[in-house]
């Protein structure tokens, strides 16, 4: 929770248009979070993107569908406590779609390492082809950045710095 997910999809998704001209929509399935669909849809308005919203795993299924012309589908899911089963079965369910999918974990170089690879270890039962550090400009401690990826022979997709979006 509160790692910034949804800003960071907002980065990649105008780095890819920017620098890549890729055609990006976005699926949220935060539904949770209160104004967590409007923060979105502010930046998909901002960037001229479509985006669809989620309130099911059927919902998800038909809105990936719906958006399949495009090169990048940017999925923001709900910042929830991940320390609750409950919770990765949940997020395990609508990530087994059939699709091609790459699934990154976000988490914030703010946090204590020990909580950072307890959150990741929550993760598990998840492929995940990467993991994206966020809130570098809040900390001054970067051991993160090495341990994690080296004690579970991760890859580095991202690292962010600040809340602006380009």
Same mark, same amino acid.
């Given at each position: 929770?509160?790692?910034?997910?949804?800003?960071?999809?907002?980065?990649?998704?105008?780095?890819?248009?920017? =620098?890549?001209? #890729?055609?990006?929509? *976005?699926?949220?399935?935060?539904?949770?979070?209160?104004?967590?669909?409007?923060?979105?849809?502010?930046?998909?308005?901002?960037?001229?993107?479509?985006?669809?919203?989620? /309130?099911?795993?059927?919902? /998800?299924? =038909?809105?990936?569908?719906?958006?399949?012309?495009?090169?990048?589908? +940017?999925?923001?899911?709900?910042?929830? =406590? *991940?320390?609750?089963?409950? /919770?990765?079965?949940?997020?395990?369910?609508?990530?087994?779609?059939?699709?091609?999918?790459?699934?990154?974990?976000?988490?914030?170089?703010?946090?204590?390492?020990?909580?950072?690879?307890?959150?990741?270890?929550? *993760? =598990?039962?998840?492929? #995940?082809?990467?993991?994206? *550090?966020?809130?570098?400009?809040?900390?001054?401690? /970067?051991?993160?950045?090495?341990? +994690?990826?080296?004690?579970?022979?991760?890859?580095?997709?991202?690292?962010?710095?600040?809340?602006?979006?380009?």
């Amino acid at each position: 929770t509160g790692v910034g997910k949804t800003t960071t999809i907002a980065k990649i998704a105008a780095t890819l248009m920017l =620098n890549n001209m #890729k055609k990006v929509a *976005f699926v949220t399935t935060d539904t949770y979070r209160i104004a967590a669909i409007d923060q979105l849809k502010t930046y998909a308005r901002i960037l001229n993107v479509p985006i669809e919203v989620a /309130y099911s795993v059927e919902e /998800y299924k =038909n809105a990936i569908e719906k958006l399949n012309g495009y090169d990048v589908i +940017l999925v923001d899911t709900a910042g929830r =406590n *991940f320390r609750e089963q409950k /919770y990765v079965r949940q997020l395990r369910e609508s990530l087994a779609i059939g699709k091609e999918l790459d699934t990154y974990i976000v988490l914030a170089l703010t946090a204590k390492p020990k909580d950072i690879i307890e959150t990741y270890d929550q *993760f =598990n039962s998840i492929p #995940k082809k990467g993991v994206i *550090f966020t809130k570098m400009d809040e900390t001054t401690q /970067y051991g993160s950045l090495i341990n +994690l990826p080296f004690m579970k022979n991760i890859d580095i997709a991202f690292v962010t710095n600040g809340q602006d979006v380009p």
